[in-house]
């Protein structure tokens, strides 16, 4: 199969990066990566999906990961995965043979490993530059779920319509489950048993990247996770917080320890992020040196320095979030040709590890099995957003009163990045806007 091809069948399926921002992944099929990289380091604490699916579907997953690296024609294929993964780890052993080019690379449990810029370093010593791009290193990667759409694609021309999505911490039966795109929060927690706190506050995404979510959002393509949490715990106290506030804590009681800074993993591998520079200057309305407000675009917002490393409990990360996005609406880009500096020698030592931030997070307690049931989940309606990638929004194909079934495609790829979009039941189509196409099963 040539690289267009490739392109063709991934762009037109609908696999984009599942989970993240939903990099659109033809986009990453480039004959300029001479190594790919398959993400399996599970980024944030309690999440397993990745894990779970490697072990269950190694063999079609290593098999599609080859396919990817002869299409590109990558010297080397790396599976980065986290070395206390043992069940996974093995299931990878017993067919790595197969795949002369292929090689495990086993990680520590520290956060946060599955930060692509992170994960490349640690299995290939190569850094990217501040701002760029992973290929302008000869380095591409994909996370687990996404080549496994990629395989289902290829294999069986089945687009994506599903999403596994583990649902964890104050459910009485955690579990891993594949629900079509577009059912509601509701619905996928209803899946891990009973809710075992009055008034739960759903927490979308990782716990140090995540979101607060509404019962009646709907399930995307980058949705991994829901933690079902208390409304007085310490992440969702955090989320809640007011920037105008903590950019006054922060002018009141910053110590000026520069914990934030030496912890932060950017700044460890030799970008030009200074958390410490950033507060110090914000909260006195320090405008002399620019360049710690402009130097916030190459913040990853890991959340480190907000929900590990501040003795204070200030909110840098949240902060610099601000500024990245003022600096966004005027128009203001990240500088361009910034050169990283000498990875620091104390990178080793200053790294978090997993098992003390839950800790620090009040999580430890959550940290349980969540087995995954891969039997879709029936819904009796999906709300199917048209934007679930980076890039263009998909254009609807379909109006309402339209019948559709499951995995026809219902609004096709724009101009620029976008990818299609597919029905994830059969039903009718009930409501279409610029924004969502609604589908009621039938």
């Given at each position: 199969?040539?690289?267009?091809?490739?392109?063709?069948?991934?762009?037109?399926?609908?696999?984009?990066?599942?989970?993240?921002?939903?990099f659109?992944?033809?986009?990453?099929?480039?004959?300029?990566?001479?190594?790919?990289?398959?993400?399996?380091?599970?980024?944030?604490?309690?999440?397993?999906?990745?894990?779970?699916?490697?072990?269950?579907?190694?063999?079609?997953?290593?098999?599609?990961?080859?396919?990817?690296a002869?299409?590109?024609?990558?010297?080397?294929?790396?599976?980065?995965?986290?070395?206390?993964?043992?069940?996974t780890?093995?299931?990878?052993?017993?067919?790595?043979?197969?795949f002369?080019?292929?090689?495990?690379?086993?990680?520590?449990?520290?956060?946060?490993?599955?930060?692509?810029?992170?994960?490349?370093?640690?299995?290939?010593?190569?850094?990217?530059?501040?701002?760029?791009?992973?290929?302008?290193?000869?380095?591409?990667?994909?996370?687990?779920?996404?080549?496994?759409n990629?395989?289902?694609?290829?294999?069986?021309g089945?687009?994506?319509?599903?999403?596994?999505?583990?649902?964890?911490?104050?459910?009485?039966?955690?579990?891993?489950?594949?629900?079509p795109?577009?059912?509601?929060?509701?619905?996928?927690?209803?899946?891990?048993?009973?809710?075992?706190?009055?008034?739960?506050v759903?927490?979308?995404?990782?716990?140090?990247?995540g979101?607060?979510?509404?019962?009646?959002?709907?399930v995307?393509?980058?949705?991994?996770?829901?933690?079902?949490?208390?409304?007085?715990?310490?992440?969702?106290?955090?989320k809640?917080?007011?920037?105008?506030?903590?950019?006054?804590?922060?002018?009141?009681?910053?110590?000026?320890?520069?914990?934030?800074?030496?912890?932060?993993?950017?700044?460890?591998?030799?970008?030009?992020i200074?958390?410490?520079?950033?507060?110090?200057?914000a909260?006195?309305?320090?405008?002399?040196?620019?360049?710690?407000?402009?130097?916030?675009s190459?913040?990853?917002?890991?959340?480190?320095?907000?929900?590990?490393?501040?003795?204070?409990?200030?909110?840098?990360r949240?902060?610099?979030a601000?500024?990245?996005?003022?600096?966004r609406?005027?128009?203001?880009?990240?500088?361009?040709?910034?050169?990283?500096?000498?990875?620091?020698e104390?990178?080793?030592?200053?790294?978090?590890?997993?098992?003390?931030?839950?800790?620090?997070?009040?999580?430890?307690?959550y940290d349980?099995?969540?087995?995954?049931?891969?039997?879709?989940v029936?819904?009796p309606?999906?709300?199917?957003?048209?934007?679930?990638?980076?890039?263009?929004p998909?254009?609807?194909?379909?109006?309402?009163?339209?019948?559709?079934?499951?995995?026809?495609?219902?609004?096709?790829?724009?101009?620029?990045?976008?990818?299609?979009?597919?029905?994830?039941?059969?039903?009718?189509?009930?409501?279409?806007?610029?924004r969502?196409?609604?589908?009621?099963?039938?």
């Amino acid at each position: 199969m040539d690289i267009r091809e490739l392109q063709n069948i991934i762009q037109e399926n609908g696999v984009v990066g599942a989970g993240g921002a939903g990099f659109p992944t033809y986009m990453k099929i480039n004959d300029k990566a001479d190594t790919i990289l398959l993400n399996c380091a599970e980024c944030e604490p309690l999440l397993k999906l990745h894990r779970q699916l490697l072990y269950y579907h190694a063999y079609e997953i290593m098999q599609t990961f080859h396919m990817i690296a002869e299409t590109v024609g990558a010297k080397e294929a790396i599976i980065g995965i986290k070395k206390s993964y043992v069940q996974t780890v093995n299931a990878l052993m017993a067919h790595i043979e197969e795949f002369p080019e292929m090689r495990l690379h086993l990680l520590d449990e520290v956060y946060p490993m599955g930060d692509e810029v992170v994960l490349i370093y640690e299995a290939t010593g190569r850094v990217v530059r501040p701002g760029g791009l992973p290929i302008e290193q000869g380095v591409a990667v994909f996370n687990v779920e996404t080549v496994y759409n990629v395989y289902r694609a290829v294999k069986s021309g089945k687009p994506v319509t599903d999403k596994y999505v583990s649902v964890v911490a104050e459910v009485s039966e955690p579990v891993t489950v594949r629900v079509p795109l577009g059912a509601t929060l509701d619905e996928v927690v209803a899946c891990a048993g009973e809710v075992t706190v009055k008034d739960p506050v759903y927490f979308v995404g990782g716990p140090m990247m995540g979101r607060i979510g509404a019962g009646s959002d709907p399930v995307t393509k980058t949705t991994n996770a829901i933690l079902v949490l208390p409304k007085d715990h310490v992440i969702i106290s955090k989320k809640n917080r007011t920037s105008s506030i903590d950019l006054k804590r922060a002018a009141s009681i910053c110590c000026q320890c520069n914990t934030c800074t030496d912890l932060c993993p950017r700044h460890n591998l030799g970008h030009p992020i200074d958390p410490a520079r950033f507060m110090r200057a914000a909260s006195n309305h320090d405008f002399q040196d620019l360049n710690p407000y402009i130097n916030s675009s190459f913040c990853c917002s890991c959340g480190v320095c907000e929900m590990y490393a501040c003795p204070q409990s200030l909110a840098p990360r949240t902060l610099l979030a601000d500024m990245k996005a003022g600096l966004r609406t005027k128009g203001i880009r990240p500088p361009q040709g910034v050169v990283p500096v000498p990875v620091k020698e104390s990178r080793e030592y200053r790294k978090v590890p997993e098992e003390r931030l839950m800790a620090r997070l009040g999580l430890s307690r959550y940290d349980k099995d969540a087995p995954m049931d891969e039997r879709l989940v029936a819904v009796p309606k999906v709300t199917i957003l048209l934007s679930q990638h980076i890039g263009a929004p998909a254009k609807a194909i379909v109006k309402a009163g339209d019948m559709v079934t499951r995995g026809q495609m219902i609004a096709e790829p724009a101009e620029g990045l976008s990818v299609g979009i597919h029905a994830s039941i059969c039903g009718k189509v009930t409501e279409v806007t610029d924004r969502q196409v609604v589908i009621a099963a039938v």
